[in-house]
């Protein structure tokens, strides 16, 4: 199986790198520590930068006469300018990232279950809506993965975020070689994926890669990585897995005695009741085509879109249906 790239990814810095939050604390995340010799982080606190300090009063995003605002609740000192001035910077300045992972529920950083008041003072919160500076992540970097801290706890969330994070540097790399051959290559190697994620853009993208009409690379490629990203924006139904994890398991119908059948049999029902992960399964695929050294299976992404090390991360317990 092929070595896979080392993503950049933006993080919160109080997300276990700076004792930054508003009460000076700092927040343990088992997830971004298991990352840290895997992906390169660019930490950032957009509170701190906008020069709030640490330790500071708490700010609160207020929604009033049809407009949001960030604004402190000791003082009622308004930041939305400030902060929305330094995330239009600091995103600019950032190019090459290839997902981000930020503190849920944060008025700065959160990116969709940030409570918005109707005023400043003591209140009950309105509705709940993204925070400015993970919003303004949302909008510069629409195609790449984004999550906060706590979805990642969930396991589904975690898979589809992992798999995307681990793809994006690699299609990066595909249109920098600038190649018909490694194009092709790339595309046969994620074919499970593919079928796992979106049918209907694996034909679309097998249709780019034929090349029937004679288009330039450039275009090609261009259109790959557009249908490549689509297919891969939304996680996959369960039972499209189960679809690809029989159709892999048929591979070794021959080989297989009644025992082992019935076992991943009972696997792939436990894993349809939603009481173990796609990763356990995958397991047994991953040992059978060790076993009977089957190639093609081997260099197929789908069993093994990220580093081995992350999908011993246990279970939040949180259902499939959260993502
Ligand atoms: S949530 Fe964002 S703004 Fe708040 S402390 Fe963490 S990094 Fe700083």
Not at 36 to 53: A, D, H, N, R
Not at 215 to 237: C, G, T, V, W
Not at 251 to 273: A, G, P
Request: net charge positive; aromatic share 10%.
């Amino acid at each position: 199986m092929n070595l896979l790239p080392q993503p950049h990814v933006l993080v919160s810095k109080c997300l276990g790198f700076a004792s930054c939050r508003y009460n000076g604390l700092i927040i343990h995340s088992d997830f971004v520590e298991q990352l840290k010799p895997l992906v390169s982080f660019i930490t950032v606190c957009p509170e701190v930068e906008i020069g709030l300090g640490v330790p500071r009063e708490p700010i609160r995003i207020v929604f009033a006469d049809g407009k949001s605002k960030l604004v402190q609740l000791a003082s009622g000192r308004d930041v939305t300018s400030e902060m929305n001035a330094f995330s239009m910077h600091f995103l600019n300045s950032i190019k090459d990232i290839d997902g981000s992972i930020l503190k849920g529920r944060s008025p700065s950083c959160g990116i969709k279950d940030v409570k918005i008041y109707p005023a400043a003072e003591k209140s009950a919160s309105l509705k709940k809506d993204k925070g400015f500076f993970g919003g303004a992540v949302l909008e510069h970097f629409p195609d790449l993965p984004i999550e906060d801290e706590g979805r990642l706890l969930n396991a589904k969330i975690r898979e589809h975020f992992l798999t995307r994070l681990f793809l994006v540097p690699q299609i990066k790399n595909l249109m920098a070689q600038h190649s018909m051959k490694e194009l092709i290559a790339f595309h046969a190697q994620n074919k499970y994926l593919l079928m796992a994620y979106n049918q209907q853009e694996m034909r679309v993208l097998g249709r780019i890669v034929a090349n029937l009409e004679k288009k330039s690379l450039d275009m090609i490629l261009n259109e790959y990585q557009k249908h490549f990203l689509s297919a891969i924006a939304h996680a996959p139904r369960y039972t499209s897995h189960i679809n690809v994890l029989m159709h892999a398991a048929g591979y070794f119908s021959k080989e297989l005695n009644k025992e082992e059948k019935r076992f991943f049999n009972d696997y792939l029902k436990k894993y349809r009741e939603n009481k173990i992960t796609l990763s356990s399964i995958l397991g047994i695929l991953k040992s059978w085509i060790v076993r009977f050294n089957n190639e093609y299976l081997a260099q197929q992404s789908y069993f093994k879109p990220y580093p081995e090390e992350l999908m011993e991360l246990t279970d939040s317990g949180k259902g499939r249906d959260e993502i």
